[in-house]
């Protein structure tokens, strides 16, 4: 069974610090996945990392892919109360068709 | 339509009644995906089609839960004998099938087992 473990479960920080999630796992993934969810919505994707030891960037918030490809981190520069929301980080296996299993979450919540 | 629709959006029942949410996919996506999640919680994966492939139902909690999809499109999930346990938001999601391929998901479907 592939689990992806996500640290910390809760986060509440004040505006304009830094923060990190990270998202954990013994399995490899061909791929990985952060997603965004506000309430009474689905999941929106932010990012896809597929190769080991890659880094992405968007805005504010740097992904990275473990050399290994079993583990991702999200960073946070700079937190703004509209970054409130669930933080999903997700991994694709190949089963006989790609399959994408999510991790518990990080809530994150911003103060002003 | 152009996203993923699911429906009923509420659902509010009995314990011990059946319930059938359902879920239209976007079109020409070969692979659909039902998840659960409790509030405030991540998605516990459920079911996952893709194409003409056996669906991996290895996160149906009991044999309580099923689901179908006919004719590579619309799926319907289906839980019998309703328990308190059971309320939750059942997200569906589609994709194009690729290792990258990125989800789309419905509004989901909140079930409230009384």
């Known amino acids: 069974t592939q689990l992806l473990e996500q640290s910390p479960q809760f986060l509440s920080i004040q505006e304009g610090e830094n923060l990190t999630v990270y998202c954990n796992s013994s399995?490899?993934?061909?791929?990985l996945q952060w997603y965004r969810q506000e309430p009474g919505e689905g999941p929106v994707l932010l990012v896809t990392?597929?190769?080991?030891?890659e880094v992405k960037k968007l805005k504010r918030l740097t992904f990275q892919f473990g050399d290994a490809r079993k583990d991702s981190s999200l960073h946070i520069t700079a937190a703004q109360p509209g970054d409130t929301g669930l933080y999903l980080c997700?991994?694709?296996?190949?089963?006989?068709?790609?399959?994408?299993?999510f991790g518990a979450g990080t809530r994150l919540f911003v103060k002003a | 339509g152009a996203g993923v629709s699911q429906s009923p959006s509420n659902k509010v029942t009995e314990k011990g009644k059946d319930v059938e949410l359902r879920c239209d996919p976007i079109?020409?996506?070969?692979?659909l995906y039902w998840y659960r999640q409790s509030l405030g919680q991540g998605l516990e994966f459920l079911i996952y089609?893709?194409?003409?492939?056996?669906?991996?139902k290895s996160g149906l909690p009991s044999d309580r839960f099923s689901a179908e999809r006919t004719g590579g499109s619309v799926s319907t999930l289906t839980i019998q004998r309703t328990q308190q346990e059971d309320s939750a938001v059942y997200l569906c999601?589609?994709?194009?099938?690729?290792?990258?391929?990125?989800?789309?998901f419905g509004e989901g479907s909140r079930l409230t087992v009384l």
């Open positions: 079109s020409g996506h070969t692979a």
């Open positions: 089609f893709q194409g003409n492939s056996a669906p991996d």
């Open positions: 399995s490899v993934f061909s791929s």
């Open positions: 999601a589609s994709n194009d099938g690729t290792d990258t391929g990125e989800l789309f």
């Open positions: 997700a991994g694709q296996t190949y089963t006989g068709g790609f399959k994408t299993i």
């Open positions: 990392v597929v190769t080991g030891g």
